[in-house]
């Protein structure tokens, strides 16, 4: 089945720690993405890549990092400097040339600061 | 600064009854209106999408009305039914700026039919 996995589905970390949130996509999609979800607020987005060791910020950047080695992955890092870091996290993707059409979203990260 | 304002925050409707979710603009960029449902602790998925050259698309039960000079658009979901309760978000993209991707999201609207 093709599609977008994210792991862990729930995830717990306590004050000052980094945690490393997984996306893994089989669409052969170019483009990437990270959101941030909090109540009444919708989706906000992170970071974005449009090719393979690219990425670009979005408008709520600060105190996450990606990646992008691969293709198929798409990491996300929450920082310690990241000061309120308890959502729910969505990574999406789609293709470069059809991005304009649909963004596909996987299930979503919980992470909970402690 | 919200550039997509969504409303109601939630909606309470009777089953085989019309839910209707508005949204407003401010970007007059914006060139790209889809739709989104998320069933709880599920990601969003694309329900309908509209270009702002025309001024409605019917998918099934499911419309979007769209007005370009009143830079709003909504969904209107008909024959409302209990499996539609889930949260809608609207949202806006400029696909001819030709470099980011980025939607632009509303704040979502809890959708609940009640049988």
């Known amino acids: 089945d093709g599609g977008i996995t994210q792991s862990p589905k729930y995830l717990f970390r306590k004050e000052g720690q980094n945690v490393t949130l997984s996306c893994e996509q089989n669409l052969n999609h170019d483009a990437m993405y990270w959101y941030r979800q909090d109540p009444g607020q919708g989706l906000r987005l992170i970071y974005y890549s449009q090719i393979v060791n690219d990425f670009q910020k979005g408008d709520i950047a600060e105190g996450y990092s990606v990646s992008r080695e691969k293709k198929e992955s798409f990491p996300l890092t929450v920082t310690s400097a990241q000061k309120n870091p308890t959502a729910f996290y969505l990574c999406a993707s789609s293709t470069r040339d059809r991005a304009l059409d649909e963004q596909f979203f996987g299930p979503g990260t919980r992470l909970t600061v402690l | ?115």
């Open chain 2, 1 to 115: 600064q919200q550039q997509v304002k969504q409303s109601p925050q939630s909606l309470i409707v009777q089953k085989g009854g019309i839910s209707i979710i508005n949204c407003a603009y401010e970007n007059t960029a914006f060139d790209y209106f889809p739709w989104y449902q998320q069933f709880p602790g599920k990601g969003p998925a694309l329900l309908i999408a509209i270009r702002p050259d025309v001024s409605e698309k019917k998918e099934g039960r499911f419309t979007i009305s769209f007005n370009k000079s009143a830079k709003q658009f909504s969904l209107h979901i008909m024959d409302s039914q209990p499996g539609d309760s889930a949260t809608y978000f609207c949202a806006a993209i400029r696909i001819s700026s030709g470099s980011a991707r980025q939607l632009t999201f509303g704040s979502g609207t809890q959708l609940t039919v009640l049988p």
